[in-house]
């Protein structure tokens, strides 16, 4: 039998918020694999929830800016260990030009963030030094640029949820509508724009979970396939932006409130970075 160690039982604790023996049982049958403990937890019921809580977070600040033109955004998470470190002027100061150094310069992913001159030296090299003398880790751990005919940006809770919204118009209304969605993915954080840009992996993953409850629950075996399609589709409307209800309107679904507003308008991608996610 594979050990267990206890600061992994308390790390899957944390995060699904399932009883220690549940956590512990569900590593041992995955042979200590946590995702796959994850797994385990939610055939079985015993998952609260796979959300990690806000003490667990990596502290710093996620921030999304647009350009000017409303044609492309970036967003970028800029850790340190330490809310106090966080609320620093110093710090805030870095991260927030830091976001617009990217935007400037248009910088397309985080290893061409980190490998940029940025104060006059290698940003990775920066931020070594900047962790030695603050004396906390500081780091950019998560980064998005979007472009499209639109983009919106949207910052939460202070800075610690930043999201972009890539839209086919930059009109005032599609862009207002995409602040809108952007409040929306930060509060509902949906894995994808729609089904179809939901990946093949998620896809089966949820038709198992779907089966094995279903035969846990005694149906027939005939009948799993149909009932884990059905448990598929409940999925998409509670995890895909589209098929969402609207906060501000739950009458009506993400999808209904676009052609509200344009029966063109559409959304392309969003990005959402989450402190600690």
Request: with cysteine; hydrophobic share 45%; charged share 25%.
């Amino acid at each position: 039998m594979t050990t267990i160690s206890a600061s992994v039982v308390n790390k899957l604790r944390q995060m699904t918020g399932a009883g220690m023996m549940d956590c512990k049982k569900a590593l041992q049958e995955a042979d200590g694999d946590i995702d796959a403990a994850v797994d385990v937890l939610r055939k079985k019921g015993a998952a609260k929830a796979a959300k990690r809580a806000d003490r667990d977070a990596v502290e710093g600040l996620a921030i999304a800016i647009s350009s000017s033109d409303n044609t492309y955004g970036i967003a970028i998470e800029v850790n340190c260990e330490t809310d106090f470190v966080a609320i620093n002027n110093d710090f805030s100061t870095f991260a927030n030009n830091l976001a617009k150094f990217a935007l400037d310069n248009k910088i397309a992913d985080k290893d061409a963030l980190l490998a940029s001159t940025f104060e006059g030296k290698v940003l990775s090299e920066l931020l070594l030094e900047k962790t030695s003398v603050i004396g906390e880790k500081i780091d950019v751990s998560n980064y998005a640029l979007l472009s499209s005919e639109g983009v919106a940006a949207y910052n939460h809770g202070a800075n610690r949820i930043g999201v972009l919204v890539a839209l086919n118009s930059n009109d005032e209304a599609a862009l207002q509508a995409g602040r809108d969605l952007a409040m929306q993915i930060a509060a509902m954080n949906p894995i994808a724009v729609d089904e179809t840009s939901v990946s093949d992996e998620v896809k089966e993953k949820e038709l198992e979970i779907g089966r094995d409850i279903a035969r846990q629950e005694g149906k027939p075996e005939a009948m799993l396939d149909k009932i884990a399609q059905g448990k598929l589709q409940r999925f998409y409307k509670d995890n895909t932006l589209m098929h969402q209800s609207y906060v501000k309107d739950s009458s009506m679904t993400v999808a209904a409130f676009l052609k509200s507003v344009n029966t063109d308008l559409k959304v392309k991608a969003f990005a959402r970075l989450q402190l600690g996610a």
